[in-house]
């Protein structure tokens, strides 16, 4: 009589589901070669890679290698500094798309950081969602639905490929953070942000032309001016004909509130300067002098230089 064959392993089973999710999850993550050593992408709809903006080290000559290996040319339809984020095009080709997890993430939750290279293929990282919040500004004025931090490595060309569950689902793209932190901007964003993209070629922020300072106010002068704040932002810098020199803002003028709302740092304000403040008038409560006074400062248009 034949001895059965030993059932395999829990340990064998979830090694090789970790393996099915990353060969699941490769087929639609590309190398995207603008810069001397390769980044990774996503094949986010048809003909559409999103990819981390920051890799991306030219506007031309871009090209894509794909899961089959063939190499092909990609176009730049847009890049957004302020949540990291580029997107390319790609012409004729049939590849399969970005499949998204319908699962919210929750800290503990094991997932993989998916990666290829021209050279050597597919790679991958394991860890688990090791931090979450809610909604967070990058410095450069991005808004991010969610704050995602994998506690995994980003190996060199891991930035710009997806995080992805425990079954080769998209949850976002990671990039690499502060001190080669891992970092997810998680799909809902990637969405919104590449539609903008893809309509606009950018993504429209306000712009007040300043340069400012979280400053905590004197009690003193918080009693004086019967303020409600604890904390201003101070204008230490004022770009030449910028909206705020128009309006008659002044180094050393500290910032309470916007239309209302009180600001005590940078992130407040550039909150305050979503697309829908383009081209409309704030007032703007400031402190000159020791005295409160307002200003009417029409809101610009951000522009890449300028990010």
Do not use: C
């Amino acid at each position: 009589m034949a001895a059965s064959s030993p059932e395999p392993s829990p340990l064998l089973a979830f090694s090789n589901s970790l393996a099915d999710a990353v060969e699941q999850a490769g087929r639609f993550v590309v190398a995207v070669n603008a810069r001397r050593m390769p980044s990774s992408g996503i094949h986010w709809q048809p003909g559409v890679v999103v990819t981390a903006d920051h890799t991306l080290k030219r506007d031309e000559e871009v090209t894509v290698t794909l899961a089959d290996n063939r190499t092909l040319p990609a176009t730049l339809v847009g890049r957004d500094s302020g949540s990291d984020l580029a997107v390319l095009k790609l012409e004729g080709i049939e590849l399969p798309t970005a499949e998204f997890s319908n699962a919210s993430v929750r800290v503990g939750h094991l997932v993989l950081a998916i990666a290829r290279s021209g050279e050597s293929g597919l790679s991958a990282s394991l860890g688990i969602v090791s931090a979450l919040s809610g909604a967070w500004r990058t410095w450069h004025g991005g808004q991010i639905d969610q704050f995602i931090r994998p506690g995994l490595t980003l190996y060199p060309g891991f930035s710009g490929g997806p995080l992805v569950d425990s079954r080769g689902q998209v949850v976002g793209i990671n990039l690499s953070g502060p001190r080669r932190m891992a970092l997810t901007i998680p799909a809902a964003t990637v969405n919104r942000v590449a539609a903008q993209l893809l309509e606009k070629g950018r993504v429209t922020r306000g712009y007040l032309g300043v340069s400012m300072q979280s400053v905590r106010l004197p009690d003193s002068l918080k009693q004086a001016l019967d303020l409600a704040n604890d904390s201003g932002v101070i204008v230490v810098n004022i770009a030449p004909g910028g909206p705020s020199e128009q309006a008659g803002l002044l180094l050393g003028d500290v910032l309470l509130a916007l239309d209302g709302t009180l600001v005590s740092d940078t992130g407040d304000v550039l909150a305050l300067l979503g697309p829908e403040r383009v081209s409309k008038t704030v007032s703007a409560q400031i402190v000159r002098g020791g005295r409160s006074t307002e200003l009417n400062i029409t809101v610009g248009e951000r522009s890449r230089a300028e990010e």
